[in-house]
């Protein structure tokens, strides 16, 4: 019976047709997911190298780079400043001695005598550059691996293909 036989051999091979190209839509899956890694690891060394070199060069008017250098800046200040903000209204209305509740405008807290920082009290922070991101720039330069996520909350790959998000999650 040639013609049966010739129908079972069209589907095996059908079946294995269809088995490989489910492993092949597995392994493309599993490289996809790779590749997304990689391409993780590499935008976060361009971004250390980034925040080195603006570290570095940041007061050097002339430098090749530096029309980049004021929007940076002006986002630092913006992070310093909403952190504030955080901080003062993390800090209100909490005693840090007891934690009892205290007015906004309360030097002392009305349960335990102890002071409450408040924002006249509050010294003004000197300078923005010096906020907290900028202090985990410098632990960035001693440990030489910097984590720029700290530092650059944009999570904009430009004109990176917008690939299957592995690591990051924001
Ligand atoms: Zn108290």
């Known amino acids: 019976m040639a013609f049966f ?6 589907l095996a091979d059908k079946g294995r047709e269809a088995a490989k190209k489910a492993k092949d839509v597995a392994e493309i899956l599993q490289l996809k997911a790779q590749i997304s890694t990689e391409k993780s690891k590499t935008k976060e060394l361009y971004a ?5 070199y603006f570290k570095k060069h940041r007061d ?3 430098d090749e780079y530096q029309m980049f250098f004021p929007e940076i ?4 200040a913006h992070i310093a400043e909403l952190e504030e903000r955080v901080k003062k209204l993390e800090k209100a209305g ?6 009892a509740s ?3 405008n309360d030097a002392f807290c009305a349960k335990c005598g102890a002071p409450v920082e408040n924002e006249a009290e509050e010294a003004p922070e000197e300078d923005v550059l010096e906020t907290d991101d900028l202090r985990k720039l410098d632990a960035v330069e001693e440990q030489k691996k910097a984590d720029p996520d700290d530092i650059f909350v944009e999570e904009d790959g430009g004109d ?5 998000d592995g690591e990051k999650t924001e």
Do not use: F, Q, R
């Open 5 to 10: 036989d010739e129908i079972g051999k069209t």
């Open 48 to 52: 250390s190298i980034g925040v080195l």
């Open 60 to 62: 050097d008017e002339n």
């Open 73 to 76: 800046e002006k986002t630092l």
């Open 94 to 99: 909490t005693c840090p001695v007891c934690g």
């Open 102 to 104: 205290v007015g906004k």
């Open 160 to 164: 990176e293909e917008k690939a299957d």
